[in-house]
C-alpha cells in the first residue's frame, strides 16, 4: 500500500527554525517527484515547493525561495523540507504527495501524506 507520512511539525516562535520529514513506502519512491502543499485554517491548499525525481527544485511560493530548502534520499526513501525564519504567516498545515512530475496543483498528485501542523508564534 502506497504510504506518505509527515513528521517534525510542532509549535515555534518567529524566526525560529524546522525540518519537516515525509517518510514514503509501498512504492517506487525513486520515479515521483514529491511536493510539499500546505493548507492554513480557511484557505485552500496551496503548493509550496517541490523536489523531482532528479533532485531538482521548483518553488510554486515566492515568500519561501529564501528560507525553505527542500531534500530527498531516494535509499531512505524519504524527504526533508527545512524551513528556516519561520513567520506567522507560515502557520498551516503541511503535506507532502508524490506525483510523477512537479506541480502546484493539488489534482495532479497520487499519493498523500495526512499532514503535521506547523504554528508559528509572533
Known amino acids: 500500500q502506497a504510504q506518505l507520512v509527515e513528521s517534525g511539525g510542532g509549535l515555534v516562535q518567529t524566526g525560529e527554525s524546522l525540518n519537516l520529514s515525509c517518510a514514503a513506502s509501498?512504492?517506487?519512491?525513486?520515479?515521483?517527484?514529491i511536493n510539499w502543499f500546505r493548507q492554513a485554517p480557511g484557505k485552500e491548499r496551496e503548493g509550496v515547493l517541490c523536489?523531482?525525481?532528479?533532485?531538482?527544485?521548483?518553488f510554486y511560493e515566492d515568500s519561501v525561495k529564501d528560507r525553505f530548502t527542500i531534500s530527498r534520499d531516494n535509499a531512505e526513501k524519504m524527504v526533508f523540507l527545512q524551513m528556516n525564519s519561520l513567520s506567522p504567516e507560515d502557520t498551516a498545515d503541511y503535506y507532502c504527495?508524490?506525483?510523477?512530475?512537479?506541480?502546484?496543483?493539488?489534482?495532479?498528485?497520487?499519493?498523500w501524506g495526512k499532514g503535521t501542523p506547523v504554528t508559528v508564534s509572533a
Open positions: 504527495a508524490a506525483g510523477g512530475w512537479c506541480s502546484e496543483s493539488p489534482a495532479d498528485m497520487n499519493i
Open positions: 523536489i523531482s525525481n532528479s533532485d531538482g527544485t521548483t
Open positions: 509501498g512504492f517506487t519512491f525513486s520515479l515521483y517527484a
